[in-house]
């Protein structure tokens, strides 16, 4: 195997995480956006035999001044006919020649959950951290299974939402929007005092996408001349991921968020969108969108958790 970290091909790269239905962690805007912010980055290409098998997408800081953390969220992606014991081999090969400086504790999270991961993959590495958990809506089926799929109770708020002729709900790659929305994100964060990557990300990783038109979608919700509620999702590949979510008083006890998710998916899978992941999912700190989550009909999934 041929493990390359330099002069890498952008168009590979994006094939191959497409073609995997990569998280947006692995996607390569992805890396750019935050290298245009000051993160140290580094991607790795695995060929084997003229095919490329897996790719890797690394962050990285330092610590104590002379500890490199080198960290694959979400990632390798691998060929699905590698078999456990090549991706053995490749992490193993990662981990030996990441290119950090100083003392390197290279991290893993794989993108998969606990029992699909082989506990070949990962032998000689050692679980420091829980997995992640998410939910996942599969956009390749017919509305009317979506639809079908959603938890009771949901599909009843979204049901008397759409039937409310005074609100409208739009879905499109406005940049306009998305800086209104980012803009109520902010107050949000203050307010709630919580974190997260910064509203700045989200314009650098439209910035480094070739169309801004395939790297997001803002869907809001309008009633009347007011903005009430509104969702951002970021697209790479085949997959779209929500990055965040803003209501009112009055869109929360309109269910705006219900129409808003729901027209969103219409949308993205009209675009070709395979995958939908609505993101973490915490039902003892974010009990409330935790739940709106799972009641959207999708696959929760933990993920195995982090390697070192």
């Known amino acids: 195997m041929d493990v390359k ?50 790719i890797a997408q690394f962050m990285s800081k330092r610590v104590l001044g002379y500890i490199s953390l080198a960290s694959c969220t979400r990632g390798p992606i691998f060929h699905p006919d590698l078999s456990p014991a090549d991706r053995a081999a490749i992490y193993k090969r990662l981990r030996q020649s990441v290119p950090v400086p100083h003392l390197k504790v290279p991290l893993f999270s794989p993108n998969c959950s606990g029992e699909q991961l082989d506990p070949v993959e990962t032998r000689g590495m050692s679980r420091v951290m829980t997995g992640y958990s998410t939910v996942l809506l599969d956009l390749t089926q017919a509305l009317s299974t979506l639809k079908a799929q959603l938890e009771g109770k949901w599909r009843n708020r979204l049901n008397k939402v759409l039937a409310n002729v005074k609100l409208q709900v739009h879905v499109q790659a406005s940049l306009k929007r998305c800086d209104w929305l980012l803009g109520q994100e902010l107050a949000q964060r203050e307010a709630k005092k919580f974190h997260g990557l910064p509203t700045d990300f989200v314009k650098a990783y439209i910035a480094c996408a070739a169309d801004h038109r395939q790297a997001f979608v803002v869907a809001y919700a309008e009633l009347g001349k007011n903005t009430v509620g509104g969702m951002l999702f970021l697209i790479h590949g085949r997959v779209a991921s929500y990055h965040v979510g803003w209501s009112d008083e009055e869109g929360r006890r309109l269910n705006a968020h219900n129409a808003l998710l729901w027209q969103a998916m219409a949308y993205l899978k009209d675009m070709g969108i395979e995958v939908l992941d609505l993101g973490g999912v915490n039902t003892h700190d974010l009990p409330g969108i935790s739940r709106f989550k799972l009641g959207a009909g999708g696959q929760p999934i933990t993920l195995a958790g982090t390697y070192f």
């Open 5 to 54: 970290w330099e002069s890498l091909s952008q168009a590979d790269w994006e094939e191959f995480h497409s073609s995997q239905r990569g998280a947006l962690q692995q996607a390569w805007i992805y890396g750019e956006a935050l290298t245009s912010l000051g993160v140290s980055m580094a991607r790795a290409m695995v060929w084997q035999d003229g095919q490329l098998v897996a």
